[in-house]
């Protein structure tokens, strides 16, 4: 079998031409399968009467070919220049020039950045869609309130800043004054940080005792920014069964009478649409607070932009 | 909409001062129980001990807080020193409490 290999491709014959036979080691050449080479081997057979070396004289050892035996194909036409013996002056190295690397670097870190950026956005961006709902929302809703200056505050007024909701009431033992402090350190922060401004708002659930001016004076030890909302007892009601706070305030209290009221303690962050897109739970210190808010607030876009990206050609990605 | 009310002294709310002064005696009724052991001083057997040992704290306790205060302070305590003690117990046996970054202790 390996003379069989190696002696058609000592020739200069068209079969052997991609064989390179003078640095394949005899030995290597029986590691060769022999059906990888089937088809060249048949092909060889075919043509060996027609090689003049193909005689069964010419040993496995004279397989090196003399250079003026090479086949004419590989030959540039009126030279005898022979090109694998000439080098490339060329030295890989010099892709790696410091320039070149600082590129790659800054590039590199540079779309990485802006991808994570991207992406947050878009997961952020579908997590709010999801919470938005489609037609009646999950959490928010209709509601008809009175704050703290006994305006009529409605859940209309809710749109054209983001605003932060959180239901107490004002003798709350210990939990909704914590807060309350928590939300102005929340407020200020997102101002003096991120320049971002919103509504907080904090709505009773305890309206038999919380007045608007109670709430008022109440209010007055916490942050300036804050809006007390109050309302009748049905009304408060409704307005807490709309944002899924659990309200087990007695409908009939005596005057003077002492009670508590359990309630859910959360705060619900509201697009500028007036519309639900993110909740905040006390696993969250402030500073966890402030950047969740802040990541919802930058990936926010108008109901218009959502609307035409998911038109869009991308929009299977908001989808 | 109509809020008024004979007796508004009851139905102010306590303000910062307020709450901060009852946080106050709370703690410092607190710490007597500590000492006695108590951790429900709403049950019946320990009641006449606390009265004994923690009388005058109690006694400014309520001075300082409203009704609904007192007595849910002191419902809660139980739960508060029961999740105290889970927590001690698992760092007893090795376990780490890891603060994630932007999480409530």
């Known amino acids: 079998m390996l003379s069989k290999i190696v002696r058609p491709l000592a020739t200069p014959i068209r079969g ?6 003078q640095r394949v080691p005899l030995w290597g050449s029986r590691l ?8 060249s081997l ?26 003026h035996h090479k086949p004419l194909s590989r030959m540039p036409i009126g030279t005898e220049k022979d090109y694998s013996k000439m080098k490339i002056k060329r030295s890989p190295s010099e892709f790696l020039s410091w320039k070149s690397l600082a590129l790659f670097l800054v590039v590199g870190v540079g779309m990485t950045w802006l991808f994570r950026e991207q992406k947050k956005k878009i997961e952020l961006r579908r997590e709010a869609e999801a919470n938005r709902g489609v037609g009646k929302p999950l959490i928010g809703g209709p509601f008809d309130l009175v704050d703290m ?11 054209g800043h983001f605003s932060l909701l959180y239901f107490g009431f004002t003798h709350c033992p210990d ?8 939300m102005g350190e929340i407020i200020d922060g997102l101002k003096k940080k991120y320049k971002i401004e919103f509504q907080p708002i904090f709505i009773t659930c305890d309206p038999g005792r919380d007045s608007p001016e109670v709430m008022k004076e109440y209010l007055s030890d916490f942050h300036p920014d804050i ?16 944002y899924r706070v659990y309200f087990s305030t007695p409908r009939d209290v005596k005057p003077g009478q002492d009670y508590l009221v359990d309630h859910s303690i959360f705060f619900y962050l509201m697009d500028p649409e007036g519309q639900f897109i993110d909740v905040l739970g006390r696993n969250y210190d402030v500073d966890g607070a402030i950047e969740k808010i802040k990541d919802q607030v930058r990936a926010y876009e108008p109901k218009e932009e959502r609307e035409k990206k998911k038109e869009g050609f991308l929009g299977f990605l908001y989808k | 909409m109509g809020f008024f009310f004979s007796s508004q002294e009851s139905k102010e709310p306590p303000n910062r001062s307020k709450r901060e002064k009852c946080w106050e005696s709370r703690d410092i009724f607190f710490q007597c129980l500590d000492r006695i052991n108590v951790v429900d001083p709403l049950r019946n057997d320990t009641q006449k001990l606390v009265k004994k040992e923690c009388g ?19 419902q809660k305590r139980p739960f508060d020193k029961k999740k105290e003690r889970i927590l001690n117990e698992a760092k007893e046996e090795g376990a780490e409490v890891v603060q994630l970054p932007g999480y409530r202790k």
């Open chain 1, 16 to 21: 052997s031409l991609y064989f390179p036979v």
């Open chain 1, 32 to 39: 060769v399968s022999t059906r990888l080479f089937s088809s």
């Open chain 1, 42 to 67: 048949q092909r060889m057979e075919e043509e060996k009467p027609k090689s003049p070396s193909s005689s069964p004289s010419s040993s496995p050892s004279s397989s090196t070919a003399p250079p």
């Open chain 1, 149 to 159: 200056n006994g305006n009529q505050y409605t859940d209309k007024d809710l749109k």
């Open chain 1, 175 to 182: 939990i909704c004054p914590d807060e309350l402090d928590d």
């Open chain 1, 227 to 242: 809006l007390g909302l109050t309302g009748t007892y049905d009304n408060v009601k409704k307005a807490c069964r709309a």
């Open chain 2, 56 to 74: 005058t704290e109690d006694k400014q306790f309520q001075k300082d807080c409203v009704a609904s205060w007192v007595k849910y302070f002191k």
